[in-house]
């Protein structure tokens, strides 16, 4: 598999044929890669990769959770409280990054955008799991609105594809930088001796980082500022929803 840190610049997009996208479009396929899909092949593999999502099941990489090598502190119950939510929050950003990069697949057009996004998203499942865990340590269930959230980003995912890469690239991008802004305030917000919230989130900050530093430099393009405050709008409706629900 292609790595992020070796993806090059793409060319501009040509004009693939139908046969062409459709063996393109197989974003986390299994193992065999010189395999074509049809159509209905990646439908039913988009919807294993979305129930996969859901219920908790999710593809991962070979990294370890950065909070297996964290002590435990106790925490007060309003400490637990919070830690818990905010992790739901995170858990629930996760979900609709999931649905955001799924949905990109099914539409971008070059092939080394594909495997870009196959890695991103495959660190995006990390991240997913790693919240989740400590969600539930914490005593927490995550968002009951998951699904809205990940059918939601899909749509919105697979509408930056078919804009075309340099705006999907610049989607992401922008997407990326505001997780880390945000992932910054929840670092402000947890208890202070929550090591291990605190060792997942920083490591998600970092590669959420390196996320939009690879979009940008393969080519994707700065949004529009209206386009921004809206994706900043969306993203507020959700945290401030997950927070409770
Ligand atoms: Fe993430
Ligand atoms: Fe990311």
């Not at 129930?51 to 007060?76: H, Y």
């Not at 649905?99 to 594909?114: E, S």
């Not at 865990?133 to 995550?142: Q, S, W, Y």
């Amino acid at each position: 598999m292609q790595t992020l840190t070796s993806f090059t610049r793409p060319e501009q997009p040509t004009g693939h044929t139908c046969a062409e996208r459709a063996r393109l479009s197989n974003m986390n396929k299994p193992d065999d890669t010189n395999r074509q899909y049809s159509p209905v092949d990646q439908l039913l593999i988009g919807i294993d990769t979305g129930i996969r999502t859901l219920l908790g099941q999710p593809k991962i990489t070979e990294r370890s959770n950065p909070a297996q090598n964290q002590t435990g502190v106790e925490l007060s119950e309003a400490e637990r409280q919070l830690a818990g939510r905010l992790m739901r929050i995170n858990h629930a950003g996760e979900v609709a990054a999931q649905g955001l990069y799924q949905g990109q697949a099914l539409t971008a057009r070059l092939p080394q955008i594909r495997q870009q996004m196959e890695r991103a998203a495959l660190e995006e499942n990390d991240h997913l799991d790693w919240c989740e865990k400590r969600a539930k340590e914490l005593g927490t269930h995550v968002s009951a609105l998951n699904p809205v959230w990940y059918a939601g980003s899909a749509t919105i995912g697979a509408l930056a594809g078919l804009a075309g890469d340099k705006w999907s690239l610049g989607f992401v991008a922008e997407t990326e930088k505001q997780v880390v802004k945000h992932l910054e305030k929840h670092l402000g917000q947890l208890p202070e001796h929550d090591n291990k919230s605190r060792a997942i989130l920083e490591q998600m900050k970092k590669d959420e980082g390196r996320h939009a530093t690879v979009a940008l430099e393969a080519g994707g393009t700065e949004l529009p500022r209206p386009v921004k405050k809206l994706m900043g709008l969306t993203s507020k409706i959700m945290t401030r929803t997950a927070f409770w629900v």
